[in-house]
């Protein structure tokens, strides 16, 4: 009892040991019908074979003997005749008797009979020709009185072994037919508890596959209508178990999503506001009280206005790139760009922002190749790791850009001396909506889609995006793109010989 208890936890606790067994009796129950195919077939081609070739080749060797009586007693009468050779008639009688001497090993015993007659009727044949041979004058006489009976009776011999044969041939048939029907009701008789057993196992897995299949069904049914927070309680130590547990690691994967998209839009709903407010206050104050208005603050409330005015525009970007690129749409146009030309466009501007924010801002992209790039698109990606960095560096840190020409890339890096990235989710932090959180007041601002479209723009580049940081120290960002040169400015002859 203790052995088959072992065995029965075995087959409980593996899911794939009991499909297994089912799908072994199945193939058990097809090598086994195969087998009893096989060997109706075998029979059949076995016996037809026998019929089709050897009953055919006697029938065909029975007549050939005819001809080549036939043949004898001509090549005899010619010679009696003076038209042909003694020589040629005992020739042909020798090959009459060679032919009976071969027919002689392959009849059957039941032919033995009919073949003695051939045989004596053969020798009192030939016996009689050599007479009418050795007795020219009396050829006529012989042959019609004595040879011709001999061979009637002759013929009538072979005919009837040629019956004979046939008959054969159709209880051969029978018999096929016989096998037939008995190798069916063995099929019938071996096959059928098989097929019994086969469905009593899929009736006791029947209970082992749909529970977990019906909590399945439930819990997806849950996470249709949007509750994340309903797990699978059902405890499995096998393939379905582990189905449950991807299962919930999924819903719980869900329920962070949704999280982050509430997250995401109440920052998007606070950073909306605020640059809103902002901008009806100092337009409400421009508006209402012109002259009560100094040019000075005039000049930083326009300021102020353009400020707020393109990062809702940034932002508005941003949304729209997220959009296209979930969809699919997300596309750049390479062109022959001046990339540090271009860089360094975006990168002007934080200057203001460094001084205002009392951090050190140094960047050199002066030795950026000329390159076939969307230039406002990796200008774009650069000002979103800078936006980033400039979030995260402390007042008095410093924040550096640098680009350059490695190899056969392009690479441009972003650094900081923020706080640092924990290394848990440093792998997330391209992901669309996640913020990473630093210390008690991690809520820096953003949606979160910055760098998942510096992700974008470096694959749709055919580069990639990177990332190290280390808690409490620096942070590097670092856009790696190939490099491919504008055909007026293309590499040094060597260079091109290389990469053909």
């Known amino acids: ?25 199945a193939v058990f129950l097809f090598i086994a019908a195969a087998y009893l195919t096989m060997r109706v077939f075998a029979l059949v081609t076995m016996e037809t074979s026998a019929i089709v070739g050897q009953d055919e080749q006697e029938i065909r060797s029975l007549r050939q003997e005819r001809r080549t009586i036939d043949e004898a007693v001509k090549a005899s009468r010619f010679a009696a005749a003076g038209q042909g050779s003694m020589e040629t008639a005992r020739k042909q009688r020798t090959m009459a008797d060679q032919s009976l001497d071969d027919l002689r090993n392959r009849i059957l015993p039941e032919e ?34 004595e040879i011709l009976p001999v061979l009637t009776d002759l013929g009538q011999s072979l005919q009837d072994m040629e019956e004979s044969r046939r008959e054969i041939s159709f209880q051969r048939v029978e018999r096929i037919q016989q096998a037939i029907q008995q190798t069916r009701t063995q099929l019938l008789v071996f096959v059928l508890p098989l097929i019994l057993v086969g469905i009593g196992l899929a009736w006791g897995m029947r209970r082992f596959l749909l529970r977990p299949l019906g909590s399945l069904r439930e819990a997806a049914d849950d996470v249709a209508h949007g509750h994340f927070d309903r797990p699978i309680t059902l405890q499995q130590n096998d393939e379905m178990g582990d189905l449950i547990r991807q299962f919930n690691a999924m819903t719980s994967r869900l329920a962070e999503a949704e999280q982050m998209k509430k997250e995401f839009v109440s920052m998007v709903t606070h950073d909306i506001r605020t640059p809103l407010t902002v901008l009806r206050l100092y337009a409400s104050l421009l508006f209402h009280t012109p002259d009560s208005v100094s040019d000075e603050n005039r000049t930083r409330a326009l300021e102020i206005i353009h400020r707020e005015t393109l990062n809702l525009q940034a932002l508005a970007e941003d949304l729209f790139d997220v959009t296209r690129s979930e969809a699919g749409a997300f596309r750049i146009i390479a062109v022959p760009t001046e990339l540090a ?16 924010k009392s951090i050190s801002f140094a960047w050199n992209v002066s030795s950026l190749p000329n390159a076939v790039v969307d230039g406002k698109r990796l200008g774009q990606a650069v000002r979103n790791l800078v936006t980033n960095a400039f979030k995260f560096a402390p007042s008095g840190g410093r924040v550096e850009v640098k680009g350059e020409l490695r190899g056969e890339e392009i690479i441009i890096e972003v650094c900081d001396n923020g706080p640092g990235i924990p290394v848990d989710e440093q792998p997330h932090v391209f992901t669309r909506f996640y913020q990473v959180k630093t210390g008690e007041d991690h809520h820096r601002g953003g949606t979160g889609l910055g760098l998942a479209i510096v992700r974008e723009i470096a694959h ?4 990639r995006a990177e990332l190290t940081s280390e808690e409490g120290g620096l942070t590097r960002f670092r856009i790696a793109l190939p490099f491919f040169p504008p055909p007026e400015s293309g590499p040094p002859e060597s260079d091109m010989e290389d990469r053909q």
């Not at 208890?5 to 799908?23: M, T």
């Open 1 to 25: 009892m203790r052995i088959f208890d072992k065995i029965r936890n075995v087959f409980r606790g593996r899911l794939s040991l009991r499909l297994g067994l089912a799908y072994l009796t």
């Open 112 to 145: 033995r009979p009919l073949f003695e007659r051939i045989e004596s009727g053969w020798k009192s044949a030939d016996a009689l020709l050599e007479k009418m041979l050795l007795e020219r004058g009396r050829a006529g006489a012989i042959f019609q009185k």
């Open 341 to 356: 030309e271009e860089i360094s466009a975006f990168l002007k501007p934080f200057e203001r922002v460094a001084e205002e």
């Open 460 to 463: 749709a580049h055919g580069g």
